[in-house]
Nanobody, 120 residues
Framework: QVQLVESGGGLVQPGGSLRLSCAASGSHFSINTMGWYRQAPGKQRELVAAFTSGGSVTYADSVKGRFTISRDNAKNMVYLQMNSLKPEDTAVYYC??????????????WGQGTQVTVSS
């Protein structure tokens, strides 16, 4: 069984920065894709940034130039550096990974979510 655990959310003023972290743990697995989604109240969950299976990066248009996704493959971790935060970035942020394990290939896993609130 694979688990994703996020950390780093919180309350920040507009224009501020936060860094989210996500660690994948378990045994006998490999990661196909890994990234971040968010869900604001009353809205659908949306992609924020992710590494594709080919190793490239994709960002939502709304965060380009402000957010940066990075990863540490040795630690099975992905990070999201969020700068110039805006009130509309307020949401629960979820880590997502598509994983091959010994028993199942291409299964999606989700973290528990971490709240990011941008407010003065």
């Amino acid at each position: 069984q694979v688990q994703l655990v996020e950390s780093g959310g919180g309350l920040v003023q507009p224009g501020g920065s936060l860094r989210l972290s996500c660690a994948a743990s378990g045994s006998h697995f490999s990661i196909n894709t890994m990234g971040w989604y968010r869900q604001a109240p009353g809205k659908q969950r949306e992609l924020v940034a992710a590494f594709t299976s080919g190793g490239s990066v994709t960002y939502a248009d709304s965060v380009k130039g402000r957010f940066t996704i990075s990863r540490d493959n040795a630690k099975n971790m992905v990070y999201l550096q969020m700068n110039s935060l805006k009130p509309e970035d307020t949401a629960v942020y979820y880590c997502n990974a598509n994983i091959n394990s010994r028993d199942v290939r291409g299964r999606d896993y989700w973290g528990q979510g971490t709240q990011v609130t941008v407010s003065s």
